[in-house]
């Protein structure tokens, strides 16, 4: 039976990836959030998804270090995880964060230090069981810091550099490590982007290409695709042209 165990189970792109691991059967299934009555629907619903499919919720204060250490403990006492998603977020309104210092640090600690201590404790674990294969979710936000929304790309930045030395760290062992940056997608969090017309990636599609990365162990994962190429020219436009654009 494979444990995977999927952090901020309620977000779309989690609830996606954990159908198509339910779908596969004979998997223990341990979602996290703060929502009970949320993670108990997701739950019901994955149990019928597939043969022998557990689900196991728990409840947690997301940005606290300790209640982090000791649930990622909790879990493994039962069975070293197989695969593990970190999924959640939260994109802040960046002109609001401009003029209040406490919400840009709540929106820096949930969106880049609360999925940093989620991510060492479970490759921790993984480390010491000698395998594993973890997701955490970025974001294209953080390749380059734009006007519109640098909060939330310093947080997604922090991922991403996190990431390169967890994968630096464990590159000689079998536990393997998947930065996933998705371009915008159709989810909750971007539903005042799609009410103005922005066209947004089906977070179906975007699920799939998650979970075929975690079972490769990828190192990188643009999703779609074509933001590995949109986000190489963002990265290198000179300073000079790129502080004229309005992005
Ligand atoms: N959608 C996009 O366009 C896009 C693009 C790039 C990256 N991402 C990233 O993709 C990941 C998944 O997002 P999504 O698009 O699936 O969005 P979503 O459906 O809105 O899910 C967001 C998730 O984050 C959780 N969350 C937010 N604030 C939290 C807090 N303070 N404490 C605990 N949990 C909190 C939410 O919990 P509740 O359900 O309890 O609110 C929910 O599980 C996030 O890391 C996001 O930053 C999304």
């Known amino acids: 039976m494979k444990h995977i165990l999927i952090v901020g189970a309620t977000s779309a792109m989690a609830e996606q990836s954990a159908r198509l691991w339910a779908a596969r059967g004979d998997v223990r299934l341990v979602l996290l959030g703060r929502d009970a009555q949320r993670l108990e629907a997701i739950a019901q619903d994955l149990r019928v998804r597939g043969q022998a499919v557990k689900t196991l919720t728990y409840v947690l204060d997301f940005e606290s270090a300790v209640a982090i250490g000791a649930l990622v ?18 994109l802040p309104d960046q002109p609001a964060c401009e003029g209040d210092l406490g919400l840009a640090a709540r929106e820096l600690s949930i969106n880049g230090v609360s999925p940093v201590l989620f991510a060492e404790a479970i490759a921790g674990a993984m480390q010491s069981a000698g395998r594993g294969a973890l997701a955490v979710i970025g974001s294209v936000a953080g390749d380059r810091g734009r006007k519109s929304n640098y909060v939330y790309g310093a947080a997604k930045g922090l991922v991403e550099r996190y990431v390169q030395g967890l994968q630096h760290r464990l590159a000689t062992t079998a536990v393997r490590v998947t930065l996933v940056k998705p371009g915008p997608t159709d989810t909750p969090m971007t539903a005042h982007l799609k009410l103005g017309g922005a066209k947004l990636a089906d977070v179906g599609a975007v699920a799939r290409r998650i979970v075929a990365a975690t079972d490769a162990g990828r190192p990188v994962l643009y999703t779609p695709a074509k933001w590995a190429i949109i986000m190489t020219v963002i990265r290198n436009l000179p300073r000079a042209i790129f502080h004229r654009m309005n992005i």
Do not use: E
């Not at 909790?74 to 939260?90: F, K, M, N, S």
């Open 73 to 90: 403990r909790t879990v493994t006492q039962v069975a070293p995880i197989d695969i593990a998603l970190i999924a959640h977020g939260h």
